[in-house]
């Protein structure tokens, strides 16, 4: 047997100020961890107290509940064993709290952690009900800077009748190098630090300066709700209140069959803060605030909430009170194919879960619900909001909202950081509303919470850090489900918008794409100033260059259309000349082996074959690149037959058409047709039109027929047999972004484009339902 020996870590005294320091990201994280405890702890009350003074030995943090407590052979024996958990000893899907049976928030053991990365000096005092005394320790952490062992260093604790005297004996205060401090003994003599007859209470003294920092930057701040440490605990119980409204809400709506408790009712869970800075003091005792969820919670534009499946289902409702003459509540239902579909997919069919990609698959994220709250911007939605919250004028509402505004994440009732706090764009919200600004919802718009349990939603793992979750399968599709909720909400209200022209400022101009009339202005000014010759000069040259520039921004709108729309093309032009490239390729390939060896008059029969395929396959080329001729070179007016461009549009299709069986008529009254104009926008408006009827009427299963016809006068019309337009929608189906595609790639530009290139033309496009299907009107002005 090969000579061995038996060997083993051992700790070193730094490590727990590195685990301290370094594995709390966040002042604010410490102090919500040490909440958690509280609550893991069977408590119904917690607060949480702040005193900033310029002398680092006078200010202090105070965290005390009133749970259960901790006897002395837990404070003294498995508390001081680091990263040891009992609640993570327990069987992992029946975690829960002795008395109220609340699902454990914590279960890493850093909650000892989170308190030494908060301030030097650390004070435990905590009792159980069946206690005589109080057991306590005092540990300075400056004692752990040393290259010693962990084992080496020792601290104070023991038991005592009356914990005041821990910050009053002159001998015990010698030995923890700490000063006596009557602001602190005060407050422990007075309600809610003193005597209890359980429950735990932390004090940090001669806190860390990232701490006091915060605090002295709001010296001046006689709003309590805008501190740092009052926003972070609100958005860490709020949802604590809202898991439980939601749920019923949703077992009313039929959406789930019952509420999936966090605890077993019995209990309540409340949150206090109080910090020296407020001048909120009545005689000199401080008047804890109660931390409520805010009230702008109550208030929204838009609201969705519902449910996503473990198979990624989405149930849901879909509500709108934007306006109170047309208030909506609609179902908001999302397939799965459609939530985990990669957004640069080629539009496809439809497809089922098996078509999902593996990589989304399988992830054990779980059932979740989710309930989130849309606030427009405009003007009236501003002085209603202002209005609601009671506010003194705009500016104050914006700040309320500014502090609570953010999609934020929570685990078992409690927020869980940093997601949805300020600057915190986890989604990626304002690179899409940079994209797609019309039907994208932005991050400074939103208030909303997703509710995630345990066990269910394990397999989201949360860092030790506490700052967010690791970035596994399981968070992928987390994020990749919630940014589809929101694409299919920022549709629905950005149709609603132009439904109602909400957000358009037309300025007098007829429609946005026409020009103001500069003349009349021009002969306005005239009028006006006598025809003063240095005025007309000025403002002749301003107009001038006025249409200058937007006569190239028009040209390079043209341009930008042009290579869009071609985008959709190229990706059929690849496909369609894969096959005729590669029998070319081989062929060519076979030929140059061949030619070698010509002798025998079966072999040039067989290469003349073969120059028969090559010949089949550059006609084929050539039947595409024809079809694509509209769309090369700049546009000019010419003599063109509208059946030709139709058909040419009909061959980018031609196997889509006949894999789903669809039948194309078209008009006798087109055959002789002959028009001069300009062929570019024809060929974008029928390429848009028929690739809409196609992904229509794929969907379908008989009868599937598109149909071009010919009205006096000028009217061209585009019909087909697929479901109809909803009626809200026809007058805004063809503005910018609006789609009723289910696909995350649909951009809601053709129609857009459509529109836009006939309007350059002085034609333009109208839809209708007729007694079969969506038909569209393109018409000469």
Not at 97 to 123: F, N
Request: aromatic share 10%; net charge negative.
């Amino acid at each position: 047997m090969v000579e061995h020996k038996i060997l083993q870590f051992t700790t070193g005294a730094m490590s727990i100020i590195q685990m301290g320091e370094e594995q709390i990201g966040h002042p604010s994280t410490a102090i919500n961890e040490l909440v958690k405890n509280g609550y893991d702890a069977d408590a119904d009350k917690c607060w949480v107290y702040t005193q900033y003074n310029a002398d680092p030995n006078k200010n202090f943090l105070i965290i005390k509940d009133n749970g259960l407590g901790m006897s002395s052979h837990t404070l003294f024996n498995d508390w001081l064993i680091t990263s040891r958990s009992s609640k993570r000893d327990e069987d992992k899907d029946n975690r829960k709290s002795l008395i109220y049976e609340r699902k454990y928030l914590g279960s890493k053991g850093i909650g000892r952690l989170a308190a030494m990365a908060l301030g030097r000096h650390l004070t435990i005092i905590t009792k159980q009900s069946s206690d005589a005394k109080y057991n306590w320790i005092k540990i300075d952490r400056e004692k752990f800077r040393v290259d010693s062992l962990l084992d080496e260093v020792s601290f104070l604790g023991g038991e005592i009748d009356d914990y005041t005297e821990l910050f009053s004996d002159e001998e015990l205060l010698e030995k923890s190098a700490l000063n006596k401090n009557g602001i602190l003994l005060n407050l422990l003599r007075d309600d809610p630090f003193n005597e209890f007859n359980e429950g735990t209470m932390i004090i940090l003294q001669d806190v860390d300066n990232s701490v006091s920092s915060i605090i002295e930057e709001e010296t001046n701040n006689n709003d309590i709700e805008g501190t740092t440490f009052y926003k972070s605990l609100v958005e860490l119980i709020t949802p604590l209140k809202q898991s439980s409204l939601i749920q019923k809400e949703l077992v009313a709506e039929g959406i789930i069959d019952q509420e999936n408790k966090i605890d077993n009712g019995s209990g309540t869970f409340q949150l206090f803060y109080g910090i020296n800075f407020i001048k909120n003091q009545i005689k000199g005792r401080i008047d804890f605030i109660e931390i409520e969820p805010s009230k702008i919670f109550e208030y929204y534009d838009y609201r969705i909430f519902g449910k996503v499946t473990a198979e990624n289902y989405v149930k849901g409702k879909y509500l709108c009170k934007r306006l109170p003459e047309d208030v909506l509540n609609q179902d908001f239902d999302i397939e799965p194919e459609y939530l985990l579909s990669d957004e640069d997919l080629n539009k496809r069919k439809e497809i089922s879960f098996d078509d999902i990609p593996t990589k989304y698959k399988d992830t054990q994220l779980g059932e979740f619900y989710f309930d989130i709250r849309v606030y427009d911007l405009d003007e009236d939605s501003k002085e209603k909001m202002k209005d609601l919250l009671k506010a003194s004028g705009r500016r104050e509402s914006a700040v309320i909202m500014s502090r609570y505004l953010g999609l934020k994440v929570s685990k078992n009732g409690f927020g869980v950081k940093p997601y949805g706090e300020e600057e915190q764009d986890w989604l990626g919200l304002g690179a899409q509303r940079v994209k797609k600004h019309i039907v994208t919802i932005g991050p400074n718009q939103i208030l909303g919470y997703t509710f995630l349990y345990s066990p269910e939603n394990d397999g989201l793992s949360e860092k030790t850090n506490r700052e967010g979750f690791f970035e596994n399968k399981a968070f992928i599709v987390f994020k990749k489900s919630i940014t589809g909720i929101l694409e299919e909400a920022g549709r629905r209200r950005a149709r609603y918008r132009l439904k109602h022209n909400l957000g358009v400022k037309t300025g007098g101009v007829k429609n946005k794409f026409e020009r103001p009339d500069s003349e009349k202005f021009i002969q306005y000014l005239a009028e006006k100033s006598n025809n003063d010759p240095e005025l007309m000069k000025l403002t002749k040259e301003f107009v001038s260059e006025t249409n200058t520039s937007l006569d190239n921004m028009q040209e390079t709108l043209t341009l930008s259309q042009r290579l869009a729309t071609l985008g959709t093309s190229l990706e059929l032009i690849y496909h369609e000349l894969a096959q005729p490239i590669s029998a070319i390729g081989g062929d060519i390939s076979v030929l140059k082996l061949k030619a070698k060896h010509i002798q025998e008059q079966n072999l040039r029969e067989e290469i003349t074959a073969r120059f028969a395929n090559i010949d089949l396959s550059l006609d084929a080329m050539d039947e595409l690149k024809d079809s694509l001729q509209p769309a090369i070179g700049k546009g000019r007016h010419k003599n063109f037959k509208p059946i030709d461009t139709f058909k040419k549009v009909l061959h980018l299709f031609r196997e889509k058409i006949e894999e789903n069986g669809i039948t194309v008529t078209i008009s006798r009254s087109l055959e002789s047709l002959e028009i001069k104009e300009v062929e570019y926008p024809f060929w974008v408006s029928f390429l848009n039109i028929v690739s809409n009827s196609v992904y229509w009427l794929q969907q379908g299963q008989s009868n599937k027929i598109i149909s071009f016809e010919y009205k006096e006068p000028n009217t061209f019309v585009i019909s087909n047999t697929g479901p109809k337009i909803n009626e809200d929608e026809l007058e805004i189906i063809f503005e910018y972004g609006i789609t009723g595609k289910k696909e995350r790639n649909a951009t809601g530009l053709g129609l857009a484009f459509t529109r836009n290139m006939l309007g350059n033309i002085d034609w333009h496009i109208t839809a209708e339902n007729i007694s079969y299907g969506p038909a569209f009107y393109i018409t000469k002005n």
